[in-house]
């Protein structure tokens, strides 16, 4: 009985750690500090392929004490490309126009038909921000600019943490 309540103890922990997690499907508001993978959307979106290619679009996550973005992640794909393909991009504070002096850290994904353009299964992970997330999206422009939301994506959490250890489990 000792490892059943155990493993019910550790499924419970998980459920209720608090995290970011942002995509194109579900509701809800930000939580900041700890990451999770996002569910994926729902619904298509519609990228432009030349404008992917080109390295025209980018993943910015926006945040109470960074209103018009903390982390940001220029969005590449190999003109070559063919296919439909996942798209996995790095987010940082330097990479913010201006550069924020924000220490966290985040990942954008999605994977993009390049015949059609449809983009599904958006998420953006992150760690570290300095304040909760009050909006993510996909905007439109080349590095060092900044340009117009063309996909906003919906933001979602998990609930509080638990106090440790969780009262009225074995151990």
């Known amino acids: 009985m000792k490892t059943f309540s155990r493993i019910i103890y550790l499924a419970a922990a998980i459920v209720l750690l608090g995290a970011l997690t942002v995509s194109c499907g579900g509701g809800g508001g ?8 996002a569910p994926p959307a729902p619904a298509a979106n519609t990228l432009n392929v030349a404008t992917l290619k080109a390295a025209g679009y980018y993943f910015n996550v926006h945040t109470v004490n960074f209103p018009n973005g903390e982390v940001r992640g220029q ?31 985040g990942t954008g994904m999605l994977t993009v038909n390049l015949s059609t353009g449809d983009a599904t299964n958006i998420s953006i992970t992150s760690s570290g921000l300095s304040s909760t997330v009050t909006a993510a999206h996909i905007h439109e422009s ?9 996909i906003a994506i919906s933001l979602s959490a998990a609930a509080a943490p638990p106090s440790m250890p969780m009262p009225g489990l074995a151990y």
């Open 142 to 150: 080349a590095a060092g600019t900044n340009g117009p939301v063309v």
């Open 30 to 37: 930000g939580a900041y500090g700890t990451s999770q993978p």
């Open 75 to 105: 969005i590449h794909v190999d003109p070559a490309a063919t296919g439909t393909i996942t798209i996995t991009t790095p987010l940082t504070g330097a990479e913010e126009v201006p550069p924020t002096m924000a220490t966290g850290t």
